[in-house]
T-cell receptor, first 109, second 114 residues
Framework: SQTIHQWPATLVQPVGSPLSLECTVE??????LYWYRQAAGRGLQLLFY??????ISSEVPQNLSASRPQDRQFILSSKKLLLSDSGFYLC????????FGPGTRLTVL | QKEVEQNSGPLSVPEGAIASLNCTYS??????FFWYRQYSGKSPELIMS????GDKEDGRFTAQLNKASQYVSLLIRDSQPSDSATYLC??????????????FGKGTKLSVKP
C-alpha cells in the first residue's frame, strides 16, 4: 500500500528565515505530487503540483518554491518566510488512488 | 463564482440520524468527485469517490452526483459521534494543463450529538 511521509510534523520559525519541508512517497512509482496549504479558517489551497522529476507547476504566485529531485520526493522551500506563510502544509499524491500525508504545521512568528 | 462551494455549517445531527452534506461546483468539464473527512488537527482522509451520475454506496456512506445540476452530496446513515469532523468536497479539474488537480471546498463541519 502507498504511504506518504512528511517532516517535520511541527515547525516554529521567525519571519525572514528559510524553510524546507520534505515529502516522500512509498509504494508507488511516478505519482503526481501536490503541495497544499490550509490556513486557519480557510480551505485547502493548491500551491504546487508535479507530474514528474524536475517538473513543477505553480498555482499561485508567492514566496514559496517547490522541487522534485527524485520520483518519490517533493520539497517545499522558501528563502524568507512571511507571517502569512503560517498554516498546515499537506503533501498529496495521485495515481491509481489519492491520499494525503500527515502534514506539517508551520507557525511563523 | 467559487469553484467548489459547501455550506460551512456547523451541521448538528443526533446520533443515529442521517447527515446530508452538499456541494456545488462550477467546472462543467469535471468528471471526478471526492469526499474527504478531516478530524481536527489531522490531514484529510478519502472516504468516497464518484464519477458517474447517480448514487454510490459504501457502508453507511452514499455519494450522489448530478452533473447537469453540478451538484454532489454525501449522506451518512446511522450517524455516530465518531463521524464528527469536517467533510471536504473535492472536484477534479477538467480543463487545460491543470487537468487532474483537485480543487477543494472549505468544508462542512459535522457534529453528531449522543
Amino acid at each position: 500500500s502507498q504511504t506518504i511521509h512528511q517532516w517535520p510534523a511541527t515547525l516554529v520559525q521567525p519571519v525572514g528565515s528559510p524553510l524546507s519541508l520534505e515529502c516522500t512517497v512509498e509504494g508507488t512509482s511516478n505519482p503526481n505530487l501536490y503541495w497544499y496549504r490550509q490556513a486557519a479558517g480557510r480551505g485547502l489551497q493548491l500551491l504546487f503540483y508535479s507530474v514528474g522529476i524536475g517538473q513543477i507547476s505553480s498555482e499561485v504566485p508567492q514566496n514559496l518554491s517547490a522541487s522534485r529531485p527524485q520520483d518519490r520526493q517533493f520539497i517545499l522551500s522558501s528563502k524568507k518566510l512571511l507571517l502569512s506563510d503560517s498554516g498546515f502544509y499537506l503533501c498529496a499524491w495521485s495515481r491509481s488512488s489519492r491520499g494525503f500525508g500527515p502534514g506539517t504545521r508551520l507557525t511563523v512568528l | 463564482q467559487k469553484e467548489v462551494e459547501q455550506n460551512s455549517g456547523p451541521l448538528s445531527v443526533p446520533e443515529g440520524a442521517i447527515a446530508s452534506l452538499n456541494c456545488t461546483y462550477s467546472d462543467r468539464g469535471s468528471q471526478s468527485f471526492f469526499w474527504y473527512r478531516q478530524y481536527s488537527g489531522k490531514s484529510p482522509e478519502l472516504i468516497m469517490s464518484i464519477y458517474s451520475n447517480g448514487d454510490k454506496e459504501d457502508g453507511r456512506f452514499t455519494a450522489q452526483l448530478n452533473k447537469a445540476s453540478q451538484y454532489v452530496s454525501l449522506l451518512i446513515r446511522d450517524s455516530q459521534p465518531s463521524d464528527s469532523a469536517t467533510y471536504l468536497c473535492a472536484v477534479e479539474r477538467g480543463y487545460g494543463g491543470s487537468q487532474g488537480n483537485l480543487i477543494f471546498g472549505k468544508g462542512t463541519k459535522l457534529s453528531v450529538k449522543p
